[in-house]
């Protein structure tokens, strides 16, 4: 979901890009946690949609949100 997500962004399709990178999200945190690295990565594809369709404010949040979960999980495998 998230290439054809790029793709859709790519081709002028941001609405699509969104619709498709919500849905990864939410399969991806349902199958290993909302602060697993790859939905971080959702989460930042997300914001950067956002940001391109000019909701900031819910672009920042998306992207603070993917930061804080990078860093969680790089603080949980030096846990270990």
């Excluded at 939905?39 to 804080?68: D, M, P």
């Amino acid at each position: 979901l998230n290439n054809r997500a790029m793709l859709a962004q790519a081709t002028g399709k941001p609405r699509e890009a969104l619709a498709l990178l919500r849905k990864g999200l939410a399969l991806e945190a349902a199958m290993r946690g909302e602060d697993s690295p790859e939905a971080a990565v959702k989460r930042h594809n997300i914001g950067v949609v956002l940001a391109a369709l000019g909701e900031t404010e819910k672009a920042e949040e998306q992207l603070q949100a993917a930061q804080a979960a990078r860093r969680r999980a790089g603080a949980a495998r030096h846990c270990h």
